[in-house]
């Protein structure tokens, strides 16, 4: 998905941005970068981090850099931040979102006149340079911003730094957070509300949808009012948040307790211990197990000194062998054991299946399957937060394929997202003989809106059922 990171600062922000976009690093996979201004000129970082942290790799930077304004990133895919020069005088930008309608865009584009782009590899454009052509078609920067965001499909969070500030602009429907923060002589904006709190800043507050405000040392000022419609991502909450995160109120960590709570007491199942997919399932698992009163216990343990993130290395075999060589069995919790497993999603299916079979390698006699959402039925349009190509990629997607053909009418996807269909239940138990679990119930999308405790017309559910 990716995360971002602004400082404004009287004296020099180098390394409150230095470990404000490091407080990142579980949002993306491949790139960071880090720019500032000294009033003057730019200076700027960028680096691979698909085998090294973000730390490792620009500890040295930070003595290079220097000056009192400055915007960073974690990338899961483009180079950035960029540093542009136009009409609008010299800036740099970074961003965090999707373009869904990118092609239409650029076909756009070259319409309205003489347009160029920097071709990347596989003929991909960096969907934040895409961003910034579209501003610089506008007199101003406000103008610019709020035109980029109305021509995108998708989602589109953006940081602008000028020599004398920074833009902060929440994508149109608050589909990722923007939060800014303060401290005596200092201001911020950062997707992650956590990244600010060692660094001395406390939450001024939150950006609302489509909000766009303009920071620099002496203030924050509103340029842009909140729209009234909202769509924050709820698998923010589910999966992707850092547990000491919060979006719009709603603490990420207590959040998963109420989850896990919730899926306890729609449950019967009789296991020996509850136990959470590491990281993300942990939290989900000691809210089922406070409410059902089965014990929580750990019987893999992920190593963490040497291994990345599952889903950083760019083949789906690399990522499944990387899932698989950090998880560590403890025989003693699992040896003739029934187990409850939690994990936050099944999305391709492939990793859950070989940790249930290396479960039952290690003397499991029974792995009751108990995911934190409903079954993903469609693709991300917005966030990224699935390398998906196509809806088949999904496995319940597939299920249904081979159950209906190739094509599969909206009214009867439809039927298979409601819990209480009978498509539905054959589904379920369809995926649970593939995925070779003893029993399988996922969370009802009712149950996890109120676990958020957002009313669910702020919620983006697209991914469980369609609603754009």
Same mark, same amino acid.
């Given at each position: *998905?990716?995360?971002? =990171?602004?400082?404004?600062?009287?004296?020099?922000?180098?390394?409150?941005?230095?470990?404000? !976009?490091?407080?990142?690093?579980?949002?993306?996979?491949?790139?960071?970068?880090?720019?500032?201004?000294?009033?003057?000129?730019?200076?700027?970082?960028?680096?691979?981090?698909?085998?090294?942290?973000?730390?490792t790799k620009f500890e040295h930077d930070v003595e290079d850099l220097h000056g009192n304004l400055g915007i960073g990133c974690i990338s899961d895919e483009d180079p950035q931040p960029l540093l542009i020069q136009s009409h609008l005088g010299s800036f740099a930008?970074?961003?965090?979102?999707?373009?869904?309608?990118?092609?239409?865009?650029?076909?756009?584009?070259?319409?309205?006149?003489? !347009?160029?782009?920097l071709e990347q590899s596989g003929s991909r454009i960096n969907s934040t340079e895409i961003t910034a052509v579209l501003i610089n078609q506008k007199p101003t920067f406000e103008e610019g911003i709020e035109y980029a965001q109305e021509m995108i499909k998708g989602s589109m969070s953006i940081l602008i730094l000028t020599h004398k500030g920074i833009y902060a602009a929440r994508d149109r429907y608050g589909r990722t957070p923007i939060t800014l923060g303060?401290?005596?002589?200092?201001?911020?904006?950062?997707?992650?509300?956590?990244?600010?709190?060692?660094?001395?800043?406390?939450?001024?507050?939150e950006l609302g949808a489509g909000e766009l405000v303009y920071i620099d040392e002496k203030g924050i000022t509103t340029l842009r009012k909140p729209r009234e419609e909202m769509k924050i991502c709820s698998f923010l909450w589910v999966y992707y948040g850092y547990p000491t995160a919060?979006?719009?109120? !709603?603490?990420?960590?207590? *959040?998963?307790?109420?989850?896990?709570?919730?899926?306890?007491?729609?449950?019967?199942?009789?296991?020996?211990?509850?136990?959470? !997919?590491?990281?993300?399932?942990?939290?989900?698992?000691?809210?089922?197990?406070?409410?059902?009163?089965?014990?929580?216990?750990r019987p893999f343990i992920k190593y963490t000194p040497t291994w990345p993130r599952s889903f950083t290395p760019t083949h789906q075999a690399q990522r499944n062998l990387?899932?698989?060589?950090?998880?560590?069995?403890?025989?003693?919790?699992?040896?003739?054991?029934?187990?409850?497993?939690?994990?936050?999603?099944?999305?391709?299916?492939?990793?859950?299946?070989?940790?249930?079979?290396?479960?039952?390698?290690?003397?499991?006699?029974?792995?009751?399957?108990?995911?934190?959402?409903?079954?993903? *039925?469609?693709?991300?349009?917005?966030?990224? =937060?699935?390398?998906?190509?196509?809806?088949?990629?999904?496995?319940?997607?597939?299920?249904?394929?081979?159950?209906?053909?190739?094509?599969?009418?909206p009214e009867i996807l439809k039927d298979y997202t409601d819990p209480d269909s009978k498509n539905y239940k054959e589904m379920v138990e369809e995926l649970r003989k593939?995925?070779?679990?003893?029993?399988?119930?996922?969370n009802r999308l009712d149950d996890l809106i109120e676990s958020i405790g957002l009313p669910e017309c702020k919620l983006c559910t697209y991914c469980w059922n369609g609603k754009e």
């Open positions: *998905m990716g995360g971002i =990171f602004g400082v404004a600062s009287k004296s020099d922000c180098v390394m409150d941005l230095f470990f404000g !976009v490091d407080y990142h690093s579980h949002l993306g996979t491949k790139r960071g970068g880090m720019a500032v201004s000294d009033g003057e000129s730019f200076s700027r970082a960028i680096h691979n981090i698909e085998n090294s942290p973000f730390r930008i970074t961003t965090v979102g999707k373009i869904s309608n990118q092609k239409e865009i650029i076909e756009e584009l070259y319409k309205s006149g003489p !347009v160029y782009f303060e401290k005596p002589g200092s201001y911020c904006a950062t997707l992650e509300s956590h990244a600010f709190l060692n660094l001395g800043y406390r939450c001024y507050r919060v979006y719009e109120g !709603v603490n990420v960590e207590q *959040m998963r307790y109420n989850c896990g709570k919730l899926l306890a007491r729609r449950d019967d199942v009789d296991a020996d211990i509850v136990a959470g !997919v590491p990281d993300s399932g942990t939290a989900h698992a000691i809210g089922y197990a406070n409410e059902s009163g089965i014990p929580f216990a990387v899932a698989h060589m950090k998880l560590i069995p403890v025989e003693a919790l699992i040896f003739n054991k029934d187990l409850l497993l939690i994990d936050d999603s099944i999305v391709r299916g492939t990793q859950l299946r070989e940790t249930t079979d290396f479960l039952y390698n290690s003397g499991a006699k029974h792995v009751h399957v108990r995911p934190a959402c409903p079954p993903i *039925m469609y693709g991300c349009k917005y966030l990224n =937060f699935s390398r998906s190509n196509s809806d088949l990629d999904l496995i319940a997607r597939r299920i249904i394929r081979d159950r209906e053909g190739d094509y599969v009418s593939i995925q070779h679990f003893s029993t399988l119930k996922f």
